[in-house]
Protein backbone atom coordinates (compact mmCIF):
# COMPACT_ATOMS: atom_id res chain seq x y z
CA UNK A 1 0.00 0.00 0.00
CA UNK A 2 1.02 3.30 -0.78
CA UNK A 3 -0.27 6.31 0.85
CA UNK A 4 0.58 10.09 -0.03
CA UNK A 5 0.17 13.04 1.99
CA UNK A 6 1.68 16.96 2.11
CA UNK A 7 -0.86 18.24 -1.06
CA UNK A 8 -2.59 21.72 -0.70
CA UNK A 9 -2.93 25.05 -1.88
CA UNK A 10 0.46 27.39 -2.08
CA UNK A 11 1.07 30.15 -4.54
CA UNK A 12 2.86 30.29 -7.19
CA UNK A 13 6.35 30.33 -6.74
CA UNK A 14 5.85 28.56 -3.35
CA UNK A 15 6.89 25.19 -2.16
CA UNK A 16 5.59 22.31 -0.44
CA UNK A 17 7.05 18.57 -0.09
CA UNK A 18 4.82 15.60 -0.78
CA UNK A 19 5.58 12.68 1.10
CA UNK A 20 4.75 8.75 0.33
CA UNK A 21 4.48 5.93 2.42
CA UNK A 22 4.98 2.55 1.81
CA UNK A 23 3.79 -0.78 3.48
CA UNK A 24 2.90 -4.35 2.59
CA UNK A 25 6.13 -5.37 1.31
CA UNK A 26 6.68 -2.18 -0.88
CA UNK A 27 9.62 -0.38 -0.71
CA UNK A 28 12.69 -1.90 -0.51
CA UNK A 29 14.16 -3.24 -3.96
CA UNK A 30 11.64 -0.91 -5.21
CA UNK A 31 12.14 2.01 -7.41
CA UNK A 32 9.94 4.80 -6.64
CA UNK A 33 7.84 7.37 -8.80
CA UNK A 34 6.27 10.45 -8.76
CA UNK A 35 3.49 11.20 -11.64
CA UNK A 36 1.02 13.87 -11.93
CA UNK A 37 -2.27 14.23 -13.43
CA UNK A 38 -4.26 17.31 -14.04
CA UNK A 39 -8.12 17.45 -15.06
CA UNK A 40 -8.52 16.47 -18.66
CA UNK A 41 -4.56 16.05 -19.51
CA UNK A 42 -2.89 12.15 -19.55
CA UNK A 43 -1.09 11.02 -16.07
CA UNK A 44 2.37 12.77 -16.92
CA UNK A 45 6.15 11.42 -15.15
CA UNK A 46 7.45 13.89 -12.84
CA UNK A 47 10.44 12.38 -11.10
CA UNK A 48 11.92 8.90 -10.08
CA UNK A 49 14.39 7.53 -7.66
CA UNK A 50 16.17 4.14 -7.89
CA UNK A 51 15.44 1.75 -4.94
CA UNK A 52 18.58 2.43 -3.33
CA UNK A 53 18.63 5.68 -3.91
CA UNK A 54 21.61 6.40 -6.12
CA UNK A 55 19.69 7.46 -8.60
CA UNK A 56 17.06 9.98 -9.86
CA UNK A 57 15.34 10.99 -12.85
CA UNK A 58 13.28 14.09 -13.49
CA UNK A 59 11.13 14.84 -15.78
CA UNK A 60 11.60 17.93 -18.37
CA UNK A 61 8.46 19.69 -16.82
CA UNK A 62 9.62 19.93 -13.18
CA UNK A 63 13.74 19.37 -14.02
CA UNK A 64 15.42 22.23 -11.84
CA UNK A 65 12.68 22.64 -9.56
CA UNK A 66 11.45 19.26 -7.93
CA UNK A 67 13.88 16.54 -6.09
CA UNK A 68 12.81 13.67 -5.20
CA UNK A 69 14.45 11.35 -2.21
CA UNK A 70 13.83 8.46 0.02
CA UNK A 71 14.68 6.86 3.56
CA UNK A 72 14.81 3.29 3.23
CA UNK A 73 14.18 3.51 6.94
CA UNK A 74 11.14 5.36 7.01
CA UNK A 75 10.07 3.49 4.08
CA UNK A 76 9.15 6.90 2.94
CA UNK A 77 9.72 8.89 -0.63
CA UNK A 78 9.62 12.73 -0.71
CA UNK A 79 9.16 15.08 -3.55
CA UNK A 80 9.75 18.54 -2.56
CA UNK A 81 8.75 20.94 -4.82
CA UNK A 82 9.79 24.24 -5.57
CA UNK A 83 9.32 27.52 -7.79
CA UNK A 84 5.72 26.10 -7.98
CA UNK A 85 3.55 27.26 -11.18
CA UNK A 86 -0.07 26.93 -11.64
CA UNK A 87 0.59 24.82 -14.64
CA UNK A 88 1.74 22.49 -11.61
CA UNK A 89 -1.72 21.84 -10.25
CA UNK A 90 -2.64 18.46 -10.26
CA UNK A 91 -3.18 15.32 -8.41
CA UNK A 92 0.03 13.70 -7.69
CA UNK A 93 0.58 10.08 -7.03
CA UNK A 94 3.36 7.97 -5.80
CA UNK A 95 4.26 4.66 -7.49
CA UNK A 96 6.35 1.67 -7.34
CA UNK A 97 7.99 -0.58 -9.57
CA UNK A 98 10.06 -3.61 -8.54
CA UNK A 99 13.43 -4.07 -9.64
CA UNK A 100 12.85 -7.28 -11.60
CA UNK A 101 9.74 -5.65 -13.59
CA UNK A 102 9.72 -2.86 -16.50
CA UNK A 103 6.28 -1.11 -14.73
CA UNK A 104 4.69 0.33 -11.72
CA UNK A 105 2.25 -1.90 -10.41
CA UNK A 106 1.65 -0.42 -7.34
CA UNK A 107 -0.24 3.31 -6.90
CA UNK A 108 -1.17 5.26 -4.09
CA UNK A 109 -4.73 6.73 -3.98
CA UNK A 110 -3.31 10.32 -5.05
CA UNK A 111 -2.91 13.97 -3.15
CA UNK A 112 -4.27 17.35 -5.00
CA UNK A 113 -1.72 20.03 -5.37
CA UNK A 114 -3.50 23.41 -6.31
CA UNK A 115 -0.85 26.22 -7.35
CA UNK A 116 -2.36 29.43 -7.06
CA UNK A 117 -1.74 32.90 -9.51
Known amino acids: QLVESGGGLVQAGGSLRLSCVAS????????MAWFRQAPGKDREFVAA????????YDGDIVKGRFTTSRDNVKNTVYLQMNSLKPEDTAVYYC????????????WGQGTQVTVSS
Open 95 to 106: AARPIVTSSYNS
Open 24 to 31: GGIFRMHD
Open 49 to 56: ITWNGEST
